[in-house]
């Protein structure tokens, strides 16, 4: 008889734990769903985009919980989703738009769109990155880089958009084995036609690109007609790299060349000008020896050195200003320079480092003090 008072307490003490659920490792099934069923929750939705799509003729100011909701959102054309909250949260959509939820408690739901843009790519130009990009169809604020390909006998000059140059200057060349070109990258924020714009006149030198790759060597000695335009991957004018061509007429130089080296341009007779980019340092000898039809050439203020001989035989030259910072000049630099009537000096007077016999038989009257035209 006391063994089974003692069992009837007992039963007793775990009946009123299990309705209590106070028997640890034990919830009641209102506490694991965190929601008893007979509740009823509002749903917001704060974009008209927003549309549910399943349980059908619904109140959404009163949803019973547990309720199982799928919501479809509604494209704009001309738009991409930039985001899509819930309660705040960003959450991800199925491949068909949708988004499927139990509601447990109010929920706020909102869509947020972005603009989609159009990238029209004209000859010599294609998508570097993002790859697999719809044209038709690019959200707002991508980030996009072209990949302006590079014609053997035609210089770069700008990229257009419907026509209105893009501005760009001294564009950086970049390179793949066996082909130059220059990227562009722009963000979306309207639609872009793009097209290459070329300078017709001018040729792009015939370089060995594997060799600039790996060794940096510079323009090496070549066959190059007519107009140059030495683009900015060239670091070096290589010794005696336009020697003796007869053929070339006006050379424009980039702002990546620190040197032209001896000789580079000797015996070119048809050459009557040459551009030189103000980061040029060092004029090295016989650089210009030669150059019959070089009527004139505006030594920039980067210049520090002229080397022997560098003018000798420019016999159409006239006129020609030496900067201040040129503090070093080599022997017989204006020898034959039979035109040349005037040679202006910024130094006040001869720098100490100017060889003594820097003029060679040239009369040229020679004038210090003076300041660039």
Known sequence: MKNIKYFIILFLLLFSCIEHDSLPGFHSKKEK???DSSKF????????????????AIDLSSIAAKTEIV???????????????????????DVNNRYTFIIYENTTINVIFKDTYVLNLGDNLKLKSPLGLNLDKIPEDTEITVKIELEDNKAFKDLTN???FMGIENPQYKFEIGEVFIEHTITMNKSYYLEVEYLYEWKI????????????MGLKKGNYVGKILVPNFIETLAFQCFKDNTELEEVKLSNSIGTISGGAFWGCSDLVSVEI??????????????????NSIEIPDSVNLIGNRSFQNCIVLTEIFIPNNVNKVGEIVFDGCVNLNRINCEAYSK?????????GNCSAAVNWGQTRP
């Open 33 to 35: 769903d965190g929601n």
């Open 41 to 56: 929750y509002r749903l917001e939705l704060l974009s008209e985009n927003l549309e549910v799509v399943s349980p059908s």
């Open 71 to 93: 919501l479809r959102v509604n494209i704009p054309q001309g738009k991409v989703i930039r985001s899509f909250n819930v309660n705040g949260n960003i959450e991800i959509l």
């Open 162 to 164: 419907l026509g209105a």
């Open 205 to 216: 030198p015939s370089v060995d690109k594997y060799g600039i790759v790996l060794n940096k």
């Open 277 to 294: 980019p103000n980061v040029i340092e060092v004029l090295s000898g016989y650089c210009f020896y030669g150059c019959e039809k070089l």
């Open 351 to 359: 720098p100490n480092n100017w060889k003594s016999n820097w003029l």
